[in-house]
């Protein structure tokens, strides 16, 4: 278990690009640097599929150099254990995303709170959101 708040992709990228779309509450949560802030590595490999399909012209930037950019925004990388990865999989939920699917189980096996704007996490037994 950790301490600290996993960010969903959106957040991150918001963050390091267009900080003024974060709501008050998240600005402030994560502003505070007493709070630690996680990404999942599942954000980098969104960042860099969505990038290649052009859904993300703009991240070209962030993925050339995604450590130097967590690094300055103070934020830490988790990596895809196999509990993140099985609880991924199995997690009864209907929605189908395999970014979110693991995105969410990191934030429920480590034990720390999902900052998202996605209604897509709401309702999802065991995880707790903040935005």
Known sequence: MRE?????????????????RLSDAAQRLLGDSSNQLYVSAASAWEIATKNRLGKL????S?????????????????????????????IGWVH????????????MVEGIA???SDP???GLNGLRVVW
Do not use: C, K, N
Request: hydrophobic fraction near 50%; aromatic fraction near 8%; charged fraction near 20%.
């Open 4 to 20: 600290g708040y996993l960010l969903d992709t959106h957040v991150l990228l918001w963050l390091l690009t267009e900080p003024a």
């Open 57 to 60: 012209p703009l991240a070209d």
């Open 62 to 90: 962030i993925t050339m150099s995604f450590q130097q950019h967590l690094r300055r925004a103070a934020v830490e990388t988790i990596d895809i254990s196999p509990d993140h990865a099985i609880l991924g999989g199995a």
């Open 96 to 107: 189908r995303d395999p970014f979110d699917r693991v995105i969410a189980a990191t934030a």
């Open 114 to 116: 999902l900052v998202s």
């Open 120 to 122: 897509v996490f709401d």
